[in-house]
């Protein structure tokens, strides 16, 4: 097994940030109708900077392992950067190509997130 691979199960066996932050800012979540997966990521705010993560969900190991590392990734950043965060920056942060299902499980995390700080219901993924 590759060092992608074991990062991949470490985040899904013991996910960080791994908790519903209530009251959160920012509370959104997201299923794929596809394979049952679902994501709740819920963030605080201040001045405009994320300063606590919170998620929760059940689905694959792709899906989890994404939505922990990505977690990990927003404390500290600005809505700004958050909003940034592209599909390649979720796929280099998995490391292992995926195909087309699997990249709705990998991208789930990331669709959450802009829907969340956008407040955008249409945002989707250009494989959508």
Known sequence: MDMYHELILDHYRDPRNWAILDPADIDHEEKNPLCGDRLRLTLRVR????????????????????????????????????????????????????????????????????IGVYGLSGWHTDEE
């Open 47 to 114: 001045d405009g900077i994320i300063t606590e993560v919170g998620w929760s969900g059940e689905g694959c190991a792709i899906s989890q392992a994404s939505a922990s590392m990505l977690g990990e990734t927003l404390v500290g950043k600005s809505l700004e950067e958050a909003r940034a965060i592209t599909k390649e920056d979720i796929l280099e942060m998995l490391g292992i190509s995926l195909g087309p299902v699997r990249l709705k499980c990998a991208l789930l995390s990331l669709k959450t997130l802009k």
